[in-house]
Each structure stands twice: as structure tokens, then as C-alpha cells.
């Protein structure tokens, strides 16, 4: 479960986020949904510690996480998978070195238990044989796929996923939506998902949560 009270963040004399409170459950996918500029982004980096909000509290599983140091954040880290707005891919490296990068940051798993890991989460998201290809190689759909078995190398508690269907067909952006979904059901993690778009909403998302006007509505 993850708990924000009262967040508050500007970027200079710009308020973004006036007061933000909500609940997101384990199991269950949450959306986050407002129009461009909103503050939706915005709101996903303050939970994850991106942004330092000005005011405001933010909990995984109860332990506050806007009150740890470094180090203390470092364990709840860990159980963070995140897919970036655009993938967020690593350019020049394969589809296998972007997900070890995750495993060489947070374990000291060998290189064939990596190599195994890294193919078990791209059969995970129904891209075997895809190792050796980069980024560049890829379409728009098959690299939000990596990008959600590089969220899923950890065994994540909690999953992030900005603007999943960006740049996706509507067929597409289905198959990233249930892939997220079954994911949640299997991990019982507590998922949210930042989206504009209306169609995800009417097919995904336990609880929903508006922002409009740096408020939730
Ligand atoms: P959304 O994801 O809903 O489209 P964002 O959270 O990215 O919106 O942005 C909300 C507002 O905050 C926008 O007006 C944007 O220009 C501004 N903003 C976001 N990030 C920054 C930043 N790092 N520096 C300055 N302004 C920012
Ligand atoms: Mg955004």
C-alpha cells in the first residue's frame, strides 16, 4: 500500500501539486489521470523521491518515505519497478544489458543467474529472442515491453508506469494494459499508472484519481 498526505510541489512560482491525498491498494491498478501539465508526472517523481515535495508525506507499507536518508530509502527502492514516459531506454545498450543494468545496481546475482533472470522477465512480456537487438530496432509497443521487464527484474512490491500507451494503436495500447494488469494480479503489487488517455480508464484502473488545477477531484 502507498499513502501520500497533503503534497505540495512547485517549481519556482509555479504551484503544481496544492494539497495532494490518496490511497493506493496492493493488488489492485490505480490511475492517475488529468489532462497535459496537470502535475501527473509530477506527483509519480514525488512518490518515488524524483521530486522533493515541499510539503507532504509519502509512505510504502506504512514506513515514510519522505523521512528517510539515502541509505534508508535504498531497501524500499528495490522493490520499485518503474516505466518511464517513453521507455527511457538505454540507447546504446541491448534489450539484455538495459534489464542487467537493474540486476548489477541491486544484486550480486552471476552473470549467467542475470542472464537467466533477463530472459525469464522478457518471456515474462512475450519477447524471447529479442537479447541482442537495441532499442532503435524495436517498435513503439515492444519497447514499452522492455521497459516493463526491466520494471519487473526485482520483483517489484510497487509498480510505476508513466504514460504506458503513449504512441501506441489502440490494439497495442490493450495489450501493454492487460500485460500490466495480469502483472499487478501476479506480483500483488500496488500498481499505478499515469494516463491522458480515457480508453485505459474504461479498461483498466480499480481506483481513480483526477487531478485537475494542481487539486484531485
Ligand atoms: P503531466 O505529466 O500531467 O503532463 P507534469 O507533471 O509533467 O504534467 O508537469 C506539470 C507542470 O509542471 C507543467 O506546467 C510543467 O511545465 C511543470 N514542470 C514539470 N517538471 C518541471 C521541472 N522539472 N521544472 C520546471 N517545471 C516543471
Ligand atoms: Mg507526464
Not at 103 to 129: G, H, I, P, Q, W
Not at 176 to 182: A, P, R, S
Amino acid at each position: 500500500m502507498i499513502e501520500v498526505q497533503d503534497i505540495h510541489k512547485s517549481f519556482g512560482d509555479k504551484k503544481v501539486l496544492t494539497g495532494i491525498d490518496a490511497i493506493f491498494e496492493p493488488g489492485k491498478v490505480s490511475l492517475i489521470i488529468g489532462g497535459s501539465g496537470s502535475g501527473k508526472s509530477t506527483l509519480l517523481k514525488c512518490i518515488v523521491g524524483l521530486h522533493k515535495p515541499e510539503q507532504g508525506r509519502v509512505f510504502f507499507d506504512k514506513q515514510e518515505f519522505t523521512a528517510m536518508d539515502f541509505e534508508e530509502k535504498v531497501p524500499v527502492r528495490k522493490e520499485i519497478g518503474m516505466l518511464f514516459q517513453n521507455s527511457a531506454l538505454f540507447d546504446s545498450m541491448t534489450v539484455e544489458q538495459n534489464i542487467i543494468f537493474t540486476l548489477d545496481m541491486f544484486t550480486e546475482m552471476s552473470k549467467s543467474e542475470k542472464r537467466d533472470r533477463a530472459n525469464f522477465c522478457l518471456e515474462r512480456v512475450n519477447l524471447l529472442n529479442t537479447n541482442k537487438l537495441y532499442p532503435a530496432e524495436l517498435a513503439g509497443g515492444m519497447k514499452k515491453r522492455v521497459g516493463i521487464a526491466r520494471a519487473i527484474t526485482m520483483n517489484p512490491s510497487y509498480l510505476f508506469c508513466d504514460e504506458p500507451n503513449s504512441g501506441l494503436d489502440p490494439e497495442t495500447s490493450i495489450l501493454i494494459d492487460e500485460l500490466i494488469q495480469d502483472i499487478t494480479n501476479e506480483y500483488k503489487c500496488t500498481t499505478i499508472v499515469v494516463t491522458h488517455d480515457m480508453n485505459s480508464v474504461m479498461g483498466i484502473g480499480d481506483y481513480i484519481l483526477f487531478l485537475y488545477q494542481g487539486q484531485k477531484w
